[in-house]
């Protein structure tokens, strides 16, 4: 089979999910060979001859990577009118938020491969874990963007002007992103705590030298796969009324609380804002076009409340394309390398990874979650 890499469609993409390396990969793993738009790197600092050095064919347009590929690779997925029967596009496809363009994707005759539904806590599945690498980035990426909107030092430090005391960076939701976060923050020197709805998180939290913020307003909201449950509405209220008596003490708040499929929860009030010293420093890694975990934050915006600073993170993996699109390559690749590696593009649905990340296939929504979804 022939895989096509196109220019991500989104603006402001950067990043590329097929690197050079990438393509040495799939071309010595899989009997597939791989066409790529030319410019498909320029954002991620990979030139069109690096693709040709590692013997993928480029080619001028998008068109003719359509044309020519029986597997279309991606980030956002293009118009679902570009492709054709037969082919098989494989993308963060995100079905759970738009169910109705995988059953468009399956009238189509096209078999779609979402990487954000894969099962993620299966150990061979982990190389190509796109969510946790882009999360890992990211969270590293928002505790530099803090450092960076903070006027103080977050190490202590001591000079013949004197000493500094260690900037408080308090971090909430210890997913993937959250103990990124944390790494980075303590590298640079900050005294970190941490909290998560999973009190499963605590063990991972301290044994990054962090401390874990214990709330007693709700025990537990381990939800399925080891990711939280959304909580109710008195829970959430009781939650954000003892955070409220927290967040004031930190200079720094880094939030990343997601709940699978829904809205994320409000943990950051204004009134939380409010009680903040002069200078503090807010960064919503939730920050969304319905609102993120801190009131009033706008992705890709920094906004001034009184003295304290809030800021959206917008897409913070593109903006170190580099780095992250060398862990896409490889994520890209291992998964690729699956599908492909017996030459066919016939998917064996009962493989707990192909169930997992197939969601049509043969004219057909074949994701159990997603058909029920559209029924
Ligand atoms: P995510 O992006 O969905 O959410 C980020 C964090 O927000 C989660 O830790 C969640 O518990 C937390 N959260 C949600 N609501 C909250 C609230 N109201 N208050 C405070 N925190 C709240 O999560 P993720 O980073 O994708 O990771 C989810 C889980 O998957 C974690 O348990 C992680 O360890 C696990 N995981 C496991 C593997 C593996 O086993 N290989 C790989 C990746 C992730």
Redesign the pocket.
């Known amino acids: 089979p022939i895989v096509g890499v196109i220019r991500e469609p989104t603006p402001g993409e950067r990043r590329v999910c097929v690197t050079p390396d990438a393509v040495g990969r799939i071309r010595s793993a899989t009997s597939a060979e791989v066409v790529v738009q030319s410019g498909s790197g320029a954002g991620a600092l990979i030139a069109d001859d690096d693709y040709r050095k590692a013997e993928a064919q480029v080619v001028d347009t998008a068109a003719e990577v359509f044309d020519k590929a029986d597997v279309i690779v991606c980030l956002d997925p293009p118009a679902p009118g570009l492709l054709r029967a037969g082919q098989v596009l494989v993308g963060m496809l995100s079905p759970l938020s738009a169910p109705e363009s995988m059953a468009d994707l399956a009238g189509r005759g096209v078999t779609a491969i979402s990487l954000d539904m894969l099962p ?2 299966l150990s061979r599945a ?1 190389s190509m ?1 796109v ?2 690498s882009q ?1 890992n980035i990211a969270g590293y990426k928002a505790a530099v963007l803090a450092a960076d909107n903070y006027g103080r030092y977050f190490p202590m430090l001591t000079t013949a002007a004197g000493t500094s005391t260690p900037a408080t960076v308090l971090i ?7 103990l990124s976060a944390i790494g980075t923050a303590r590298r640079l020197g900050a005294v970190v705590t941490a ?4 009190p499963q ?1 605590r063990g991972e939290v301290e044994s990054l030298g962090a401390k874990f913020l214990t709330l007693e307003s709700v025990a537990s ?1 381990a939800g399925e796969g ?3 449950r959304a ?1 109710t509405d008195d829970e959430r209220a009781a ?1 954000q009324r003892e955070l409220n008596e927290h967040i004031g003490r930190f200079d720094v708040v880094i939030t ?5 499929g829904k809205r994320p ?1 409000l ?1 950051v009030t204004a009134d939380a804002l409010d009680r903040m010293k002069p200078g503090s420093v807010v960064i919503d890694m939730a920050a969304g076009p319905l609102g993120g975990n801190v009131e009033g934050s706008v992705p890709e915006e920094t906004i001034k409340r009184g003295d304290v600073l809030v800021v959206g993170a917008g897409n913070l993996p593109s903006e170190m394309a580099p780095a992250a699109s060398q862990a896409l390559g490889r994520n890209v690749s291992a998964v690729l390398t699956h599908l492909l590696g017996d030459g066919d593009l016939e998917f064996d649905l009962s493989d707990e990874i192909n169930a997992g990340i197939v969601i049509t296939h043969q004219g057909a929504v074949t994701h159990p979650a997603i058909a029920a979804a559209l029924a």
């Open positions: 993620r806590t982990q874990d969510l946790s999360a909430l939701g210890t997913g993937v992103a959250g909290y998560d709805v999973r998180s909201a080891g990711y939280a909580l939650q990343t609380a997601k709940v699978p929860p943990l």
